[in-house]
């Protein structure tokens, strides 16, 4: 007779949740993020036609 194994729910295998993160870290949007980058390169871009 074959054994019965013990077998994790699909949806948990790999995903880690960590709970000792601050809460009162400074939190960017996604967008926020995206717009720095692209002025920064924008900024970068002009400076170098300029030079």
């Known amino acids: ?3 019965k194994k ?3 729910p ?3 295998a790999g995903l880690t949740r ?3 993160v601050k ?3 400074v939190r960017i949007s996604p967008k926020a993020v995206v717009a720095l980058a ?3 390169s924008l ?3 002009i400076l170098n036609a300029v030079a």
């Open 10 to 12: 699909q949806g948990m």
């Open 18 to 20: 960590y709970y000792d």
């Open 43 to 45: 900024f970068i871009i």
């Open 38 to 40: 692209t002025g920064f």
């Open 1 to 3: 007779m074959a054994e």
């Open 6 to 8: 013990m077998s994790m």
């Open 23 to 25: 809460e009162g870290a």
